[in-house]
Structures are given as structure tokens and as C-alpha cells.
């Protein structure tokens, strides 16, 4: 069995490509058992296992199976389930395999491949992929094993090094870029575009700010009133931003929608409606909520995900040392993972011996019964019953020693004497 990891990210793909790739929530546990199925379909019905990370800095299929080439078959899934171009698609993947692939894991769970760096907010999207690869039937005994390592390891980086000290988060950095535009964010009005974790997180570090007004937009108009309440806002359908969208100075957005959810006409008409004040807008969403276009216009300042990412870049330098210690923890645990995964491969063949031993021990107890039940005597039974073990037990390594040539005998020759040097 071969674990993989194969995806790409904030670093090796654009979010023009990362959305294309990206699987909506309610996609996730259908595209499990599709990757399940491609790998099976190749490996003619093994027992191959799956999961699949979806967020808006990556795409990541996880995966273990006995395939021939693995990786080159998760990548080849990635592509044919979104109908990419995989030649197109290729130079921006990673393909991880075995060790590679245990160490990626367990440094995006804690946070060393995350745009921004020492965020914990990835750890809870792990466990909302595997709970649904779960769900799902992906886990086996490899990817169940893998993840929770992966959770311990995430828990140790985190309380044992200063990962998280010194960090930017998106949010901060979106409040960050606003004051570029205005000055007093207490003079704006502030719309969120969805009620998600990473809006939570942007309108708590908006709030602290004391802004004019705050106002979440949502599908669900009665999720939106819940997170308004907290911040003494209030809540409209996403079927009004056409006619209220001029009313905000700043627009922070990040919805799972899988089309835009603001075009540039509706942008334009907003501007013109301002008299050309200016609009601060971040679009946190992947696939994106606000069409690229928007950026073109003179008073509408439109930040990406990738763009804040510049942002939270800054204090890199203060966490090296923290960086450095967790490299090292990851490091040895990725050891202990293996040297499991090692343990993995030889348990049929262990299982195979007892079944083996035992069907010997088995057919000398039934020789040495039936020689008791004819009366013969208990010395000369036990000493017909160890002989006859001994025998069978030695058959098979002796014979492989005899058919064994060249090098192969020379190694027998030197390991089946450790094999039977018994305790004494």
C-alpha cells in the first residue's frame, strides 16, 4: 500500500486555477468515492482509500493504494473529475509519495505550509475533509492512522514552539489594506458577504474598530441575523445587494457560492451611485465571489486572497526559530509514522506464519492423540510429538536453502540462523 498526497496551493498555483480545482462542501464526499472508484477501477478492486482537502489557498487529494504509479493516477483524477487539461494542469501540481507524503501532511495540519503561517484555522478544515472522506467510506486503516498522527502532531507544534507568535492573519491584514483607503474605519460601513468562519473572523477584527455600521449579507437570512447580533449589525439577503451595494464603503466577501456573486456591471452601477467614492473590496472566497474585472475600475480597490497573502508575510523572519524547532518535531514523527507504516507491510506475511504454525502444531497434537488413544507411552508420544515439529518447522527454511543460489543463499545462510537462535 503507497500513501500519496497530490494537490497544489498557494505557492504553486494562482487563484485563477486554484478555484477551477477547488470542490465545493457538498461536492466533497461524492468526489471521495470517485476517487475511491478511479483507483480501484486501475487497481481491479483493492482496497484503496481516499480524502480530499478543499480550501481556498488548496486542493489536495490524499489518498493510499496499490495501484502501479499512484500518483500519476490521483493527478490524472484531479483533472478528468473538473474536465481540466492535465498537461495544463501538471506544472502546478506536487505529487507526494510515502514519506514526502506523511510530511506534507503533518505541516499543512500545523500550519508551515499555510499562507499564513502558524494558522490554526486549517487544522479544523482537516477535520472537517476526513470526518466526510469518513463519512464517505475513504478511510482505511493507512489515511485513519495518517490523519490522527497528523492531529497529535499539529497539538505538539503548537504548545511545544511559538509558531503561532508574531503571525498576521487574513483578517488582520484585511483591515490592514482598508486603512490604506481610508483613514478611519470608523467613518465606513462595512458589508460581509457570507456567514462563514473566515467572515466571522474578518467582522470580529472590523468591529474592534468601531466602524459606522456592519451589515452581513447571506443566503440563509436567518444565519446572517445571528452573526450581526454578535456585532450590532444587521442582516440583508444576497437578492439585495443589487440595490444596496453603493451603500458600503467597505466589502469583505467569502461565500462558497461557485459562480460570482458580484459582476462588474453591478459594481460599476455601485461606483456611479457613490459618486466615485471609493470601494474597498476583498474577495476571501475560492472559487472567487467578486469578477476579476472589478479591478480595472478607478474607484474600486479589489484585493484577492493572494493578495492579502503578501500581506501576512511580514514578521516571517521573526518566527525562523519557531519554524526551525517545529521542522524538527514534524521530522521525527514522520520517522514513527513510517516505521508503523513498515510494521504494516509485514503483518500478512506474520499472519501467515501463525496460520502456518498453527496448522502444523495442530496436525502433530492429532498424530500424538491418536498414539495416546492406542496406549502408547507418554514419554515415547512427547518425544515423537517434538520431533515431529521440529521437522515440519524446519522443512520450509531448508528447502528455500537448497533451492537458494548465489547471493540469495548467502543471505539465508546468514539470516535463517538468527531466525532460530531460540532464548534458552
Not at 486603512?179 to 467572515?199: C, N, S, T, W
Not at 456585532?231 to 466577501?253: C, M, N, P, T, W
Request: hydrophobic share 45%.
Amino acid at each position: 500500500m503507497q500513501l500519496l498526497a497530490v494537490g497544489l496551493n498557494h505557492n504553486t498555483a494562482p487563484v485563477s486555477l486554484r478555484e477551477q480545482l477547488a470542490f465545493a462542501p457538498e461536492q466533497l464526499g461524492q468526489a471521495v468515492v470517485a476517487a475511491r472508484s478511479w483507483f480501484e477501477r486501475i487497481d481491479h478492486g483493492g482496497a484503496d482509500e481516499a480524502a480530499i482537502l478543499s480550501t481556498c489557498n488548496r486542493t489536495e487529494l490524499y489518498a493510499a493504494s496499490t495501484v502501479p504509479d499512484p500518483l500519476d493516477a490521483g493527478a490524472h483524477f484531479l483533472a478528468d473529475f473538473h474536465q481540466l487539461n492535465y498537461s495544463e494542469l501538471r506544472p502546478h501540481l506536487y505529487m507526494l509519495p510515502q514519506h514526502d507524503a506523511v510530511r506534507h501532511t503533518f505541516r499543512v495540519a500545523s500550519g508551515l505550509d499555510s499562507m499564513v503561517l502558524g494558522e490554526t484555522q486549517i487544522l479544523g478544515q482537516i477535520k472537517d475533509a476526513i470526518r466526510t472522506a469518513d463519512e464517505a467510506g475513504g478511510l482505511g486503516t493507512y489515511l485513519h492512522q495518517l490523519f490522527q498522527r497528523s492531529f497529535s502532531v499539529a497539538k505538539e507544534v503548537r504548545s511545544t514552539t511559538e509558531i503561532g507568535a508574531h503571525s498576521v492573519s487574513m483578517a488582520a491584514a484585511a483591515v490592514r489594506l482598508s486603512q490604506r483607503i481610508f483613514d478611519k474605519i470608523a467613518e465606513q460601513h462595512v458589508l460581509f458577504i457570507g456567514a462563514g468562519e473566515m467572515i466571522e473572523l474578518c467582522a470580529t477584527h472590523f468591529a474592534a474598530q468601531n466602524p459606522k455600521s456592519i451589515t452581513i449579507a447571506n443566503r440563509t437570512l436567518e444565519r446572517g441575523e445571528l452573526l450581526a447580533h454578535r456585532f450590532g449589525g444587521r442582516a440583508i439577503r444576497l437578492a439585495e445587494l443589487q440595490d444596496k451595494l453603493h451603500q458600503y464603503d467597505i466589502v469583505i466577501s467569502c461565500t462558497a457560492s461557485s459562480l460570482p456573486l458580484i459582476g462588474l456591471g453591478m459594481v460599476e452601477r455601485a461606483i456611479k451611485a457613490r459618486r466615485h467614492k471609493p470601494m474597498f473590496m476583498v474577495d476571501l472566497a475560492v472559487p472567487r465571489d467578486i469578477e476579476p474585472e472589478v479591478a480595472r475600475l478607478n474607484d474600486a480597490f479589489l484585493y484577492t486572497v493572494d493578495d492579502l497573502g503578501k500581506v501576512v508575510q511580514t514578521g516571517l523572519e521573526n518566527r525562523q526559530a519557531a519554524v526551525a524547532q517545529a521542522e524538527a518535531i514534524i521530522e521525527t514523527r514522520v520517522k514513527s509514522f513510517m516505521h508503523w507504516v513498515d510494521d504494516r507491510a509485514v503483518v500478512p506475511v506474520i499472519q501467515s506464519l501463525h496460520e502456518n504454525g498453527e496448522a502444523l502444531r495442530l496436525m502433530e497434537l492429532d498424530r500424538a492423540r491418536k498414539m495416546l488413544a492406542k496406549g502408547e507411552d507418554i514419554d515415547t508420544v512427547l518425544e515423537a510429538l517434538s520431533k515431529g515439529l521440529t521437522a515440519k518447522f524446519m522443512h520450509g527454511p531448508q528447502h528455500a536453502l537448497r533451492q537458494a543460489h548465489g547471493e540469495e543463499r548467502a543471505q539465508l545462510a546468514e539470516i535463517l540462523p538468527q531466525m532460530f537462535r531460540g532464548r534458552r
